[in-house]
């Protein structure tokens, strides 16, 4: 500022008060990448270095803000969060969640090494499948789902009612039986062998 006589004066003010700048998103995703059949949770990490966060600052349905960074979903899809800070800056981030899994395998067939009698033990196979999440590594049980195994082969050395189980990776089961009735280890019964006389004779006997 200067006077009619020359004299001049000067002060500065440190102007850093405006934000024009939307918040930091430096994450948006589940803390759950692996198959699951369960619901996941997605997380907000965010920040702002101006203005800050606003108290309600999250935005997961294009709407409605909300003050949690933490947001449940049930299905697989394209999740977009928005967040806020003080001045009313918005930034946004998507992701897409492909790993929820409620769907069961497909058991296509069952099938017995012997289907007629047979003394011999009997391997039951089954064969199935899963489009979604995919078998698991231990995918098949032959025990109503106690343990599993990673073999789809069975062996059984008695007649028994066979509960399987087939799993996937997100450990949706599917379930089926399987009856072996036809395995016969005992021999014939012979119930009576006779002749035709007990005395001495010079015919055949029968």
Known sequence: ????????????????????????IASFGPGNTVWTKEGLTLYVDASDGGSGLASKAF??????????????????GYYTVSVKDN?????????????????????SGISKS??????????????????VSGLADAAFSFDGGVSYQGSNEF??????????????????????????????????????FAKNTDIWTNSAVT
């Open 87 to 107: 001045l009313g800056n918005i930034s946004t981030k998507s992701v897409t969640i492909d790993n929820i899994d409620r769907r069961p395998p497909v058991i």
């Open 155 to 192: 062996t059984v050395s008695e007649n028994k009612a066979v509960n399987i189980c087939v799993m996937d990776k997100a450990g949706n089961v599917a379930t089926a039986s399987s009856n072996v009735s036809l395995i016969d280890r005992d021999g014939p019964v012979i119930s009576a």
């Open 59 to 76: 935005c997961y349905d294009g709407v409605n803000y909300v003050s949690s960074s933490e947001f449940p979903i049930t299905d697989n």
């Open 1 to 24: 500022v200067r006077d009619k006589a020359g004299n001049t004066a000067s002060k500065s003010i440190d102007v850093k008060n405006i934000d024009r700048t939307g918040p930091n």
């Open 114 to 131: 012997h289907d007629s009698w047979t003394s011999s033990d009997v391997t039951i196979k089954v064969n199935a499948s899963d489009d």
